[in-house]
Structure formats: C-alpha cells, structure tokens
C-alpha cells in the first residue's frame, strides 16, 4: 500500500538535483494523469501553478517543464480533491507542512493486488463491481474503492452479488444529481469555491441520514426488523442463535443499524432477469 505522499515529492526534498530531472512536458503529464484523473487539463495545471501549489521548472522556450516529484505533487492534488472533497486551501497546509518535513494524513493510493489483499475481495468480484460501475477501473485505488469492496465482500456471505448493488449504485447517482442541482449554481460564482463546497457537504449528508432512516423505516413496517421497543425486548430476551445478532463490531455490518439476518440462513437473491 502506497501513500498519496510519496517519499520525497515535497518542495524541498526534491531540491536535490531536481532540475536536470525536469524533462516532462505537459503533454507526458497528462498522459499520465488522465487514466486516474480523466477531467484534468492544461488549464487545470495552469490553474494549480497560479494558486501556488505546484511550481514546475521553465525551460529556455518558455515551456514548463515537469520533474517526477512535480507529477506525484500532482497526483497528490487531484486524489486529495477527489477521494477527501478537500479545498485548495487545506490541500496548499498539508503540502506546506509535508515540505516542511511535517506528518500529515495523505490520501491512501493502492495498486490492484494491494486493493485485493486490503479487501479480502478476489479478482472475480473485484472485475463485477468495475463492471456495473460500482469501481472505477483504475490503475490506482483510494479509500473509497476499498471501502466499497469490504462491502461487497461481506454482502455475498448474504449472497448479495455485486448485479444486485446497481440499484444500490443507481439511487446514490438519483441523490448526486440533487445535491449537484444545489450546488451547481454556486460553484459557478466567481468568488472561492469553499462555499460550494461546504453546501455540498452539508446537503449530502441530510441526504444520506434521510436515506438511512427511510430504509430503516422500511423494513421496520415490513417486519424485517424490529422497531426501538421491539429491539429492546428482542436484546433482553432473545435467545443465542434464533436468527438475529447483536451489532457489536464481532457481528458483522448490521441491517437497519441493529439486526441482520445471519449469512448462513440468507437463501441468496436472484436479479430481475433471474440471473
């Protein structure tokens, strides 16, 4: 597993013969990029420079010319932005303090096979999942992807497949789009984008905490699970190994925050088309 801090991309511990190593145009760095990153641009680099957070070297021409260490600065940027929603401002502290030779959090980056062995997942579940669009195919993965496969790998012992998670992918997509029509409007203003940012912060989790009670809800009239009261019965008097287990950390990831059917009794789901 491979921090988004690589060892030495900082200012000062490339400092050290970093010129000579300058030889990438911004053509090479995009085709770097792009794979993991495929919204970054001319424009979004030059952008960066201009805020101060990556300052590569100029060749006689003029043209900017890119050292490793620039382009891993660069990588560090665009997953900070991506995988932790960070603004620029947050970002330029932690490069300011990771120059400085400072500890901060860096954004976790994982090969495939890393992805795998930190998942549990195999490569069988791990290419469904890219293939209904719950992963992005990539050559690097963040938090979020391995959170996602630790999640699928625990839904199939309920003999949930990742086909089943499309409805899952597509109502996340439904709430996306809600929180973009509130924030759109004010990422286009001129002025700093925190704002926005904050907006989209703050409306995506009243959305999720609505989503969560609504299933919750649910399940409760469908009789899957248990209201408060019948909770509290069902935990004083319930017997060990009648079907429903507590939600400590040794039960597994509960359904509707307090029980969840036990994995060897889940008969398992068949999709629409009976697949």
């Not at 993991?36 to 960066?48: A, C, G, Q, T, V």
């Not at 069902?234 to 287990?245: E, F, K, N």
């Amino acid at each position: 597993m491979t921090g988004g801090s690589r060892s030495g991309f900082g200012a000062r511990g490339m400092s050290s013969g970093r010129a000579s190593a300058a030889n990438v145009g911004i053509g090479q760095v995009l085709a770097q990029l792009r794979p993991d990153f495929p919204d970054i641009s001319p424009s979004k680099i030059r952008f960066l420079e201009a805020e101060g957070l990556i300052t590569p070297e100029r060749a006689e021409s003029g043209y900017r010319r890119f050292a490793v260490a620039d382009i891993e600065r660069l990588r560090y940027i665009l997953t900070a932005q991506r995988d932790e929603y960070l603004p620029l401002r947050v970002i330029k502290e932690r490069l300011s303090a990771m120059d400085s030779g400072d500890s901060v959090p860096a954004p976790v980056m994982m090969t495939r096979s890393e992805l795998l062995a930190a998942s549990g997942a195999d490569e069988e579940i791990l290419a469904e999942l890219e293939d209904f669009g719950l992963v992005r195919h990539s050559r690097h993965y963040g938090a979020p992807e391995l959170s996602i496969a630790r999640a699928a790998v625990a839904l199939r012992e309920y003999g949930i497949q990742p086909r089943h998670l499309r409805a899952v992918k597509a109502a996340a997509d439904r709430e996306v789009s809600l929180v973009d029509q509130v924030v759109a409007p004010r990422a286009r203003q001129r002025a700093s984008r925190e704002p926005a940012l904050r907006t989209g912060t703050a409306v995506a989790s009243l959305i999720a905490g609505l989503h969560a009670t609504l299933v919750e809800g649910g399940l409760a009239d469908a009789g899957l699970i248990g209201d408060g009261r019948e909770d509290a019965r069902l935990a004083g008097s319930g017997p060990a190994g009648a079907g429903l287990t507590g939600t400590g950390a040794a039960s597994g990831a509960p359904v509707g925050g307090t029980y969840h059917v036990t994995a060897r009794e889940a008969p398992g789901l068949r999709s629409a088309s009976g697949r």
